[in-house]
């Protein structure tokens, strides 16, 4: 009845969460530093493998016709081939462009992402929005609410 005349369940994103430690986390500045730290640990685990393994890993040669198609800027081809193989009814991104947009564009937005992707190319740079990801966390409807591994992240 309560949740009724409240108006339905309480959004996860407002909850307290608890640290590493079991305390309880009210600040939302608090909160949004132990997602960061709980992210980048389930995220970035250190790897720590053997220099013999690698040693014994044999490097694949290439023919010369294929080394210089693989340093070869991008085609208009290759960019519309990539955009047909955008599956469609995905989010969009940090932009807010979907695949079904991008798709609607047609050939104007393949030439214009072709121009873009030669220039990332040549001058080997990226934009740096391209490597910000945004994670949203998903709780898996199992477990306390306040426990970060509680939630699914990407």
């Not at 800027?73 to 047909?84: D, G």
Request: proline share 5%; hydrophobic share 35%.
């Amino acid at each position: 009845m309560i949740r009724r005349l409240r108006g339905g369940k309480a959004k996860t994103e407002n909850l307290p969460i608890l640290d590493k430690h079991g305390e309880l986390l009210t600040n939302s500045k608090q909160s949004l530093t132990r997602w960061k730290e709980y992210f980048n640990d389930l995220l970035n685990v250190p790897s720590h493998v053997d220099p013999i393994t690698i040693q014994q890993i044999h490097a694949v040669t290439i023919t010369t016709t294929e080394q210089r198609r693989q340093e070869q800027t991008p085609s208009l081809e290759e960019v519309q081939r990539a955009i047909k193989q955008m599956k469609n009814g995905k989010a969009p991104g940090n932009d807010g462009i979907s695949a079904d947009l991008i798709k609607a564009g047609g050939l104007p937005m393949a030439k214009w992402l072709h121009e873009i992707f030669v220039d990332i190319w040549e001058n080997e740079t990226i934009i740096e929005d391209w490597s910000t990801a945004i994670l949203i966390r998903l709780y898996k409807n199992k477990g306390d609410k306040k426990v970060c591994d509680n939630y699914r992240g990407p």
